[in-house]
Each structure stands twice: as C-alpha cells, then as structure tokens.
C-alpha cells in the first residue's frame, strides 16, 4: 500500500485550503484513513479520520467545525477540507491508512501501519 499526500501550501489567516491523500496498492475501500500533523517543536497529533466501512468521521476538538474529512472511493482519495485557518493550524499534515482499525484506535498514530510522505501546510498570519 502506497500512500501519496498533496495539496498543501501557504494560505492566510482565515483562509482554506484542501489536501487529499491518494492510496494505491490495495483495495481502498477497506482502509480506513487519517490525517495527522506535526509542527515543528511538536509531538504528531491526530487531526481527523474517516472509516473504510460506512465512512464514519472522527475529528480532534481543535480542528472540529473547521475541516472535514471526506472520502471519493471512486477515486481512492481521501480529502481534508481546512477552513477557517490559523497559525497554529501550520504543520507538515500526513495521512495514514490501516484496514484493521477498530473505534478506539482510529486517533492513534501507532495503530495505523502506512503513511503518506506528508505535505506542508503554512499559514500565515
């Protein structure tokens, strides 16, 4: 399973931006993924995830009510829609996708065994 992030960039405060995550290698439907991120000086925190089956969506507090998780199985394509951006939103934002996830381990970045490249998102104030 390969994973390939994209879509970052500099925005201002305030702004939007949206990154997808394209998975290959294995049937996407079955994966669920997650976006994480990491600023610099910081630990990787989870930001958001979306199931394989049933596409539920989980969401961290910080972020909740400004992105949205989607998935277009179509396209084997994940996306997160960041609206609303502050500094503190600025990170190197990976995706990662495991297909044996279960409810209680969707926001652990150690639960999921393939990760995307990460992409960087700027915000500036």
């Known amino acids: 399973v390969q994973l390939q992030a994209s879509g970052g960039g500099l925005v201002q405060a305030g702004g939007s931006l949206r990154i997808s995550c394209a998975l290959s290698?294995?049937?996407?439907?079955?994966?669920?993924v997650g976006w994480f991120r990491q600023a610099p000086g910081k630990e990787r925190e989870f930001v958001a995830a979306?199931?394989?089956?049933?596409?539920?969506?989980y969401y961290a507090d910080s972020v909740k009510g400004r992105f949205i998780i989607s998935r277009d199985n179509a396209k084997n394509t994940v996306y997160l829609q960041m609206n609303s951006l502050n500094s503190e939103d600025t990170a190197v934002y990976y995706c990662?996708?495991?297909?044996?996830?279960?409810?209680?381990?969707?926001?652990?970045?150690?639960?999921?065994?393939?990760w995307g490249q990460g992409t960087l998102v700027t915000v500036s104030s």
């Open positions: 990662a996708a495991d297909n044996r996830l279960i409810l209680t381990t969707m926001r652990s970045a150690s639960a999921y065994d393939y």
């Open positions: 290698g294995d049937t996407f439907r079955s994966y669920s």
């Open positions: 979306i199931r394989g089956s049933g596409g539920a969506t």
